[in-house]
């Protein structure tokens, strides 16, 4: 199979100019010359196509490739939150302002009432008295002391336990170089 012929690239002052390699296109049969092409292909886009039958020049045509425009990205639209508008304040009638209800009482949510507010008033009390207590005081470390022997028991254990971790058992391996044995855990 014949070698596949490369480009040459020439270096332009508008770029890289591609000369691909001269093509036998065949003989023409009124005059029986060789006709070839040459394909010239230019950083700006252009293709030049030169004929030449036996040597001489006889046509050339340029051809400007088609430059894709460049795609914009479509915007993203993203949704607006929908912010109410401002309400204005309005005058409340005098009359629903003024209003308060009648509200009247039977003898057991009297009795309810009453007792809520006993326990209000015993609850200020309490810590009122608890504040006073407090002013002079000053926090004390209370050490914790072990309440049952059972959890520090359990807890000396475990703490032993970890100090003797029981090694793997060890294995008796015969060593193919040396022809002895080696004990391996």
Not at 148 to 157: C, I, S
């Amino acid at each position: 199979m014949a070698k596949r012929r490369k480009d040459i690239k020439v270096k332009n002052t508008d770029g890289i100019t591609r000369v691909k390699p001269i093509k036998n296109v065949g003989t023409d049969p009124e005059t029986g010359k060789k006709i070839q092409n040459i394909v010239v292909k230019r950083a700006d886009g252009a293709v030049i196509t030169t004929r030449y039958a036996d040597g001489e020049k006889v046509g050339e045509t340029t051809s400007y490739s088609k430059v894709l425009k460049k795609k914009k990205p479509k915007k993203l639209r993203v949704k607006k939150k929908r912010i109410p508008r401002k309400l204005k304040p309005v005058k409340v009638p005098e009359d629903i302002a003024n209003f308060k209800p009648t509200v009247k009482l039977d003898e057991d949510a009297k009795k309810e009432v009453e007792r809520r507010e006993d326990v209000k008033k015993k609850k200020e009390e309490q810590e009122k008295r608890i504040a006073e207590r407090k002013k002079g005081k000053t926090k004390k470390k209370v050490k914790r002391v072990v309440r049952k022997v059972k959890d520090k028991v359990k807890d000396t254990t475990r703490k032993v336990k970890k100090v003797f971790k029981r090694r793997p058992k060890a294995r008796k391996v015969k060593n193919l170089v040396t022809g002895g044995t080696n004990i391996l855990r």
